[in-house]
T-cell receptor, first 114, second 109 residues
Framework: IAGITQAPTSQILAAGRRMTLRCTQD?????MYWYRQDLGLGLRLIHY???????GKGEVPDGYSVSRANTDDFPLTLASAVPSQTSVYFC?????????????FGPGTRLLVL | GQNIDQPTEMTATEGAIVQINCTYQ??????LFWYQQHAGEAPTFLSY????GLEEKGRFSSFLSRSKGYSYLLLKELQMKDSASYLC??????????FGAGTTVTVRA
């Protein structure tokens, strides 16, 4: 494995169900991020983690939670999915959380909530 | 919140030049990024500007004017594979990255 992997690739989910999107990176990056991408709105930050053991809220955190138990993994959980959470979810990472740090993106998870 | 504006769509001919403009109003500024995203794929990094001026990288160049809150991405010698969305992103005073909605560039033969 090289870079960032996300699972599942796509998912159809019934409203009200709980779902965890997985993200793993093997670059030993300290900072990780979750974005959602919706047509016409661009990428919006959901949650982030500057280093293992810490997390923070982004622009659209409601309905989502994250954890960062170790450097490599950053799962995103939807506690009770709603149709408005239908989106493409991208996980990203950067070596650090500083100004010049480039973020590298995973392949995305396409989620449809019915 | 942050405000980042870029055109929705642009069309150009193979071999031509296209300039994608981005204007921004953010709380603080710690750099501007351009990403390329092909349909159904992840965004990939193209360029980074933090100081005023032009950064050139092969066929792609990016310009920044911090006083005007303005950047552009210049794509030269367009190829069919350049058909993609181009995302302007600004790192604000809290080091968060905010993205514009993206500009879809279609290259025609």
């Amino acid at each position: 494995i090289a870079g960032i992997t996300q699972a599942p690739t796509s998912q159809i989910l019934a409203a009200g169900r709980r779902m965890t999107l997985r993200c793993t990176q093997d670059m030993r990056h300290n900072a990780m991020y979750w974005y959602r991408q919706d047509l016409g709105l661009g990428l919006r930050l959901i949650h982030y983690s500057n280093t293992a053991g810490t997390t923070g809220k982004g622009e659209v955190p409601d309905g989502y939670s994250v954890s960062r138990a170790n450097t490599d993994d950053f799962p995103l959980t939807l506690a009770s999915a709603v149709p408005s959470q239908t989106s493409v979810y991208f996980c990203a990472s950067s070596e650090r959380a500083g100004a010049q740090e480039t973020q590298y993106f995973g392949p995305g998870t396409r989620l449809l909530v019915l | 919140g942050q405000n980042i504006d870029q055109p929705t769509e642009m069309t150009a001919t193979e071999g031509a030049i296209v300039q994608i403009n981005c204007t921004y109003q953010t709380s603080g500024f710690n750099g501007l990024f351009w990403y390329q995203q092909h349909a159904g794929e992840a965004p990939t990094f193209l360029s980074y500007n933090v100081l005023d001026g032009l950064e050139e990288k092969g066929r792609f160049s990016s310009f920044l004017s911090r006083s005007k809150g303005y950047s552009y991405l210049l794509l030269k010698e367009l190829q069919m594979k350049d058909s993609a969305s181009y995302l302007c992103a600004v790192r604000d005073g809290d080091y968060k990255l905010s993205f514009g909605a993206g500009t879809t560039v279609t290259v025609r033969a």
